[in-house]
């Protein structure tokens, strides 16, 4: 079963900022919070990474709860081109089965 | 750089057939892991091959075999296909694999179907 739970969907307005929440209440302490997205007909891309403090790079940023037991991902400004499926997953040290969940399916309104 | 890439892209068997898939890992990259993507059931890991040796398995059947080559390049085999292994297999390659802080670079897939 996957770790991560997340909304099956969510709808954004283009330009606007996007938040996408992933629950993960059995985070271990070594176990590093990755998100990735899957385009239509592509498969998924690297998005951001993070273990404790928040991360930003040229793509989104990530936002970590004191408690690691949550996360959201933040697209700035959301454009058409970042519709897609998003998927929350936790990487735990020495496992190298990474489970992915459903994922939040992010809809783009122009 | 090049990507990871898959081939076919496409392929169309009948029940009963055996398939090979083929994966190139980006150059230098010696872990290959395969997942199977279909709607119902959505991103399921395989296996994962790094230095030629199968480093870990997910559930499913024996049907479903792999394999890595000393150039890392990696292919997995599917015997006797049943329609419910009509899907979209991915493959993924990283450096070392089993690094909790490790980028996964996945190709474009192959699109299986089983008629």
């Known amino acids: 079963d996957a770790k991560t739970t997340q909304p099956n969907s969510m709808e954004s307005n283009e330009e606007e900022p996007v938040h996408l929440p992933c629950n993960h209440s059995?985070?271990?302490?070594?176990?590093?919070i990755h998100w990735y997205r899957q385009l239509p007909s592509q498969g998924p891309e690297y998005v951001i990474h993070?273990?404790?403090s928040n991360v930003n790079n040229r793509m989104a940023s990530l936002a970590i709860a004191e408690d690691r037991k949550s996360s959201t991902l933040i697209l700035h400004r959301a454009t058409l081109r970042d519709a897609a499926v998003y998927y929350c997953?936790?990487?735990?040290?020495?496992?190298?089965?990474?489970?992915f969940g459903k994922g939040t399916r992010l809809h783009i309104l122009p | 750089k090049a990507g990871v890439t898959q081939t076919p892209r496409y392929l169309i068997k009948t029940r009963g057939q055996q398939v090979t898939l083929s994966c190139s890992p980006i150059?230098?990259?010696?872990?290959v892991s395969w997942y199977q993507q279909t709607p119902g059931q959505g991103l399921q890991f395989l296996f994962e091959?790094?230095?030629?040796?199968?480093?870990n398995k997910g559930n499913f059947p024996g049907r479903f075999s792999g394999r890595q080559f000393s150039n890392s390049r990696s292919e997995m085999n599917v015997s006797t296909l049943e329609l419910g292994d009509s899907a979209l297999y991915l493959c993924?390659?990283?450096?070392?694999?089993?690094?909790?802080?490790?980028?996964?670079?996945f190709g474009s897939g192959t699109q299986l179907s089983v008629l």
């Open positions: 091959y790094f230095s030629e040796t199968q480093r």
């Open positions: 997953i936790l990487r735990d040290q020495g496992d190298d089965k990474i489970i």
């Open positions: 059995t985070i271990s302490g070594t176990d590093y």
């Open positions: 150059s230098g990259h010696r872990s």
């Open positions: 993070g273990l404790t």
């Open positions: 993924a390659s990283s450096l070392l694999g089993g690094a909790t802080n490790e980028k996964l670079f």
